[in-house]
């Protein structure tokens, strides 16, 4: 069984970093798409940062200029540097897989993590 696996979540300050992690334990085929969604209490969950298989990447606006996604193709991980934390940041953060770039950006990936949590307090 295909299990995305997340490390690296807890507690921060505001101004303070982050760097999520998320290994696919077992074989996935394709992976053209990988990325982190969150979903902070009472809001909508929303894409945070995603790769393709190119390197090319998409951020959300929030998150732009301070978040950095990377991929480690050889270790199935993809990495997120989070920079200049704010409270607005807090929330469950799930990395995602998807066989195509459509499926991850569109919140239907084929693969889901459980979930970590980042709390960001001030």
């Known amino acids: 069984q295909v299990q995305l696996r997340e490390s690296g979540g807890g507690l921060a300050q505001a101004g303070g970093s982050r760097r999520l992690s998320c290994t696919a334990a077992g074989i996935i085929a394709n992976m053209n798409g990988m990325g982190w969604y969150r979903q902070a209490r009472g809001k909508q969950r929303e894409l945070v940062a995603a790769i393709d298989n190119d390197g090319s990447t998409k951020y959300a606006e929030s998150v732009e200029g301070r978040f950095t996604i990377s991929r480690d193709n050889a270790k199935a991980t993809i990495y997120l540097q989070m920079n200049n934390l704010r409270p607005e940041d807090s929330a469950t953060y799930y990395c995602?897989?998807?066989?195509?770039?459509?499926?991850?950006?569109?919140?239907?990936?084929?693969?889901w993590g459980q979930g970590i949590q980042v709390p960001v307090f001030s």
């Open positions: 995602a897989v998807g066989r195509s770039w459509e499926a991850l950006t569109t919140e239907r990936p084929d693969y």
